[in-house]
């Protein structure tokens, strides 16, 4: 009979770690979704401000090799990414192919200009750092015209803080409904055994000693629950990426590992501080007060 109590308790001990452990672990890949959409919107932000390209139009009578020396110095700018110089003649070809006919044709000379496309480091891809930007590239000599699409800068700048924002929120608003979620589910892991932590405090044990089993199955909880987690969300990017190679340029493996260790972390700590302050609670009622809960 005792033997039959045992392997129930057992059965019901298992069962109610298995429970809070998918519980947590549900909570967990949510809270580890948007963490993994806050970094990737930043990465993505970078990436789509450093695609924005602006136009350099060089003089009509710059050599090939002045424009490459140009493009030497402009290299050793801190606010240049990535340049690429395109010769009038490269100019012309590609607007034969675009209009479907030679324009040097009617006016009896290539009409065009060479120019320098570039893109610009995320952090200066802004209007107001292009201003000074183009201000001091139109000094350079054989530089006449710096062309940049103003709306278009704005427009990105004005979306992605829009949508930083949300997240931001989303993120502070889930991760208060993740602790009280979890808290839920641990304390009622803790309410069977309420009991047994007023025996004890009966019987001369500290509230450390109490506390500190708990604790420790808190910790463990909140390991393995963050570990199911990982997986389930390292599944889910890699069929992703499969599904859309694209994203590899935004989804890193840097945003990974601060996803993985944020899971972790968020599931420890919450854990532990829900463990906490059940155990607490229960520590300070009374023996009647027990029964009314």
Known sequence: MANNKKKSRGRQGGLQVATLCISTSMVLILLGM?????????????????????????????????????????????????????????????????????????????????????????????????????????????VTEITYPQDLIDSVNKTLRKISLVLLILAGLLLFVSFALINNTVRLGIYSRRFGIHTMKLVGASWNFIRKPFIRRAVMLGLLAG?????????????????????????????????????????VVITTLCSWFSVNRFLRMKAGELYKI
């Not at 199911?228 to 859309?244: C, H, R, S």
């Open 34 to 142: 948007v963490v993994l959409t806050v970094f990737t919107a930043r990465n993505l932000s970078s990436y789509v401000k450093e695609k924005l390209t602006v136009t350099m139009l060089l003089g009509e009578d710059i050599t090939d090799s002045e424009a490459q020396q140009l493009c030497g110095k402009l290299s050793a700018r801190p606010y240049i990414s990535n340049l690429e110089y395109i010769s009038k003649e490269q100019v012309l070809e590609e607007q034969k192919e675009s209009m479907g006919t030679d324009p040097s044709e009617f006016a009896g000379v290539n009409p065009f200009v060479s120019e320098i496309d570039f893109q610009l480091a995320a952090e200066y891809a802004n209007n107001d750092s292009l201003q000074w930007i183009s201000k001091e590239l139109k000094q350079l000599p054989k």
């Open 227 to 267: 570990i199911i987690a990982i997986i389930v969300l390292g599944i889910g990017v890699y069929m992703l990426m499969n599904y859309e190679p694209d994203v590899r340029e935004v989804i890193t493996p840097e945003v990974l590992v601060v996803t993985a260790v944020a899971v972790l972390v968020f599931g």
